[in-house]
């Protein structure tokens, strides 16, 4: 099988590329990546040489690009995205661009070569939960709040309408928040690792108890490499992890297991319509085909603390450059 795997320098679609070189030793990966702030090689560098494994540098949104790498493949796997929701309040039109435009561009080449498609996308298109609303599920209306959010949710839409009106074969996942490996350091989880290991406090927005359902990365890559080879074609999946937290419970975790107190919490102005929880209800993926996590909230986060701890060159390296302004806009104003 040869897979297209758009996005694939980022941190869930290189997790994805180890799944799927790792398991299955006669599939071929194009990694197509426009390696903006977020794509990094160093996460793939080990496959650099394997006859297996091709890097292309291009953007999604480039049908001359596309066309091609497309007509070669059998799958299209696409991840490529801009990720964050602080970023997207920033500059909402690159959101636009990569997570709307980019999405049609790669279906309309999947539609001419009549290519599977799998699209990976996010919980957060269904909106906002309260503390006794039930979690969402794949028939959760769709009710996004953010503009990554509404990016993705008309990404998705654009998909599900190739398949309805031109009969391409698609599925779509909805994932909760993923941390692992690679996980850029401006997402709660690894930006909080890391300022903790550089002597730096940890930014808690607002009254920190806001709730997200945390997946360990290797789990959703495991969910994906199902849908594609068992997943019923125009369906959609809801992949989550049964870990329902307090961002603050999360933060104070994190400080447990580095060995801090809590005196490195600083609490700052809230995101901008920040949603306050969010839920998933995994029964469809489970029931269908056999899926459900299995590493637990805790094994993952002594997991992730340990890879930061060995891989500080990774995540110095990446903290500089565009990082750097990036945070001062985020943090220094307040
Ligand atoms: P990421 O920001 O770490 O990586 C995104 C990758 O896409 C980067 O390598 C970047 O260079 C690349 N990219 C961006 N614009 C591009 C373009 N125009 N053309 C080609 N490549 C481009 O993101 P991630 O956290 O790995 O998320 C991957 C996908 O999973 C996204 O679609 C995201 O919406 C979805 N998702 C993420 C989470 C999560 O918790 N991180 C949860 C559910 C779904
Ligand atoms: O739910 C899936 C989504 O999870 C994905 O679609 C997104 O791509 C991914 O970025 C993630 O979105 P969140 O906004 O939930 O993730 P983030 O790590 O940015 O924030 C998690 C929670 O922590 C959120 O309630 C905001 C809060 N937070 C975040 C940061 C960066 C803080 O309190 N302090 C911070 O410094």
């Known amino acids: 099988m040869k897979l297209l795997v758009t996005g694939g320098a980022g941190f869930i679609g290189a997790n994805f590329i180890h799944h799927i070189l790792r398991k299955y030793p006669d599939y071929r990966v194009v990694n197509l990546d426009a390696l903006t702030y977020a794509g990094n090689l160093e996460n793939l560098k080990m496959w650099e040489n394997d006859a297996r494994y091709r890097f292309v540098k291009g953007d999604i949104a480039d049908p001359g690009v596309i066309e091609p790498l497309v007509a070669a493949c059998d799958i299209v796997v696409h991840f490529a995205a801009e990720s964050h929701v602080d970023r997207s309040i920033l ?11 980019g999405t049609q561009v790669l279906l309309e080449a999947a539609k001419q070569h009549n ?20 979690p969402f599920d794949e028939r959760t209306p769709y009710d996004p709040r953010s ?37 850029f350091p401006e997402k709660l989880i690894p930006l909080a690792i890391t300022n903790l290991l550089a002597g730096k406090n940890v930014p ?60 490195a919490i600083e609490y700052v102005q809230d995101r901008a319509g920040h949603d306050r929880r969010y839920a998933i209800d995994f029964s469809k993926i489970k029931d ?39 945070y001062a806009r985020q943090y220094d104003k307040r």
């Not at 039109?93 to 435009?101: C, E, K, L």
């Not at 990404?155 to 909805?174: C, K």
């Not at 590493?295 to 997991?303: I, N, S, Y």
């Open 288 to 326: 269908e085909l056999g899926w459900q996590p299995e590493v637990t909230l805790e094994e993952g986060l002594q997991k992730t603390v340990d890879w930061f701890k060995e891989n500080e060159p990774w995540w110095k390296n990446v903290k500089s450059g565009d990082y750097q302004e990036y």
């Open 91 to 101: 500059d909402p039109g690159a959101f636009i661009r990569t997570n709307v435009q």
């Open 115 to 134: 290519k599977r498609f799998h699209h990976v996308s996010t919980d957060e298109v269904f909106g906002a939960l309260g503390p006794d609303d039930a």
């Open 204 to 263: 808690v927005y607002g009254d920190g108890r806001q709730v997200r359902d945390w997946l360990y990365v290797a789990d959703h890559c495991q969910a994906i490499d199902l849908i594609i080879h068992q997943g019923t074609i125009g369906e959609t999946y809801c992949v989550g992890g049964n870990s329902e937290r307090e961002n603050i419970w999360i933060v104070k975790q994190l400080l447990t297991l580095l060995g801090k107190d809590e005196s």
């Open 147 to 183: 503009p990554y959010s509404a990016s993705k949710a008309a990404s998705d839409h654009l998909v599900r309408a190739y398949f309805h009106t031109y009969g391409l074969p698609i599925t779509i996942s909805n994932c909760s928040n993923n941390y692992g490996p690679y996980h």
